[in-house]
């Protein structure tokens, strides 16, 4: 049987960062090793141009096939293998150990249910949240009869107000519309929020600054793991320019959650045992500040904000900063042709 990778996600800068260190050199160490694996993949075929050009050459020819990707996954292939060892798999990671089993940890590898949560795409439809389940709510709830009854009734009061000649009379007309639209808007918006549908607008306005300020570009895959139940959970924020798939596919793909997706990376946050919101020292203090101390003090409060919006109090999350996110699978013994 042969593992094979389908790459959801690959941090190339922190690959190749890590692949030097490994490996102890970058450019001639991958170049031979990727040039080394296509001459056994086919030893029936020469490679006369690899093999007689000078080291740039060689270069800009692996750099073309980087930009397919086939270098990076290779790379990535062999790093995991040579530090396998120093991979810790949360397999028996639970709520009450994680501390004492991952804490001196290099790395670690989660495989279960993951979650797609775009902060982006989550601002973009709270601020149309109303206007899109008033779409939603038309569309879904259209009948031609009604609607060509109400296009007459509002066409009638425009003709008033186009062939108005007195002035008082033409108010009149321009008012009676604009009250009927109005009550048509308005009708639309307590339907659709009867459906639930529409919300409160001062809510959604204070929602999307929220989101705008704590999560600006967000892009978050959260894994709980395959044994676990439901308690513990691997929060990896992505820099969303190395996703392998555009986050309007992966939505559409998974519908916000995938299942056995795994996850490499490294722990940034360890959540304490107890999150305890603790009065900052100093602060309630009348003692003379300088600016820096000021600073310092601000800093730890804006702190204690956000950790409102990045700890949970349902589930423990730890904090991961992923190199890799992919689908595996076990193919049959390809023959080779």
Do not use: C
């Not at 596919?249 to 959650?257: A, T, V």
């Amino acid at each position: 049987m042969t593992k094979i990778k389908d790459f959801i996600y690959l941090d190339v800068e922190r690959l190749y960062s890590l692949y030097s260190q490994v490996f102890e050199g970058v450019a001639d160490r991958i170049i031979q090793s990727y040039i080394d694996s296509l001459q056994q993949t086919d030893s029936s075929k020469r490679v006369p141009f690899l093999q007689e050009s000078d080291i740039k050459t060689k270069v800009v020819e692996v750099s073309r096939r980087t930009e397919n990707k086939f270098l990076y996954d290779y790379m990535y292939n062999q790093l995991e293998e040579r530090i396998s060892g120093a991979i810790v798999e949360a397999t028996s990671v639970t709520r009450d150990n994680y501390h004492e089993q991952l804490i001196d940890t290099f790395a670690i590898k989660v495989v279960g249910t993951a979650e797609i949560e775009d902060f982006q795409r989550t601002k973009e439809i709270t601020d149309q949240f109303n206007l899109l389940g008033a779409a939603m709510h038309y569309i879904s709830s259209f009948n031609s009869e009604e609607a060509r009854a109400r296009e007459k009734q509002i066409e009638e009061l425009e003709y008033r107000v186009e062939i108005s000649k007195d002035k008082n009379a033409k108010s009149r007309a321009e008012k009676a519309l604009e009250i009927a639209l109005q009550g048509l808007r308005q009708s639309q918006r307590d339907e659709a929020l009867a459906r639930g549908l529409g919300f409160n607008r001062e809510y959604l306005q204070y929602l999307s600054i929220l989101v705008d300020t704590f999560y600006p570009e967000r892009f978050d895959v959260t894994i709980v793991p395959s044994h676990s139940t439901g308690n513990i959970a691997f929060r990896g924020v992505l820099d969303k320019k190395w996703l392998r798939v555009h986050p309007n596919f992966l939505r559409s793909l998974y519908s916000g959650k995938a299942l056995n997706w795994t996850m490499i990376g490294q722990i940034t946050r360890f959540p304490d045992p107890v999150e305890k919101n603790d009065t900052i020292e100093g602060s309630q203090e009348t003692i003379e500040q300088s600016l820096r101390d000021a600073y310092l003090t601000m800093t730890r409060q804006v702190y204690e904000i956000e950790k409102t919006f990045t700890v949970s109090k349902i589930s423990t999350e730890l904090i991961v900063s992923p190199l890799a996110i992919y689908r595996e699978s076990l193919l049959p013994a390809l023959e080779a042709k």
